[in-house]
Nanobody, 115 residues
Framework: QVHLVESGGGLVQAGGSLRLSCAAS????????MAWFRQAPGKEREFVAR????????SYADSVEGRFTISRDKAKNTVYLQMNSLKPEDTAVYYC????????WGQGTQVTVSS
């Protein structure tokens, strides 16, 4: 059974930074893509960033390119999302996702950016 546990969310002022963590357990993730999604109130869940577990190739949504950085620590089985220059429109629940033959999701962590 795969478990993804997010942490690191909180309240921050516009222009500030947060680092989210996603601790993954339950299997090896060598063939998986790990990603962050977010969902703001009244909106659909949207893609934020993705990293391939083995090689570490990354991709980002246009809205966060240049401000957010996704990374992973293989030894700790953890994926990170460093978020800089935060904007009020980044306010959302952020979800960790592991995609292989199946899709797995964490419970989410709230990020609130005040103006």
């Amino acid at each position: 059974q795969v478990h993804l546990v997010e942490s690191g969310g909180g309240l921050v002022q516009a222009g500030g930074s947060l680092r989210l963590s996603c601790a993954a357990s339950g299997r090896t993730f060598s063939s998986y893509n790990m990603a962050w999604f977010r969902q703001a109130p009244g909106k659909e869940r949207e893609f934020v960033a993705r990293i391939t577990w083995n090689i570490g190739s990354t991709s980002y949504a246009d809205s966060v390119e240049g401000r957010f950085t996704i990374s992973r620590d293989k030894a700790k089985n953890t994926v990170y999302l460093q978020m800089n220059s935060l904007k009020p429109e980044d306010t959302a629940v952020y979800y960790c996702n592991a995609r292989g033959t199946l899709d797995y999701w964490g419970q989410g962590t709230q990020v609130t950016v005040s103006s």
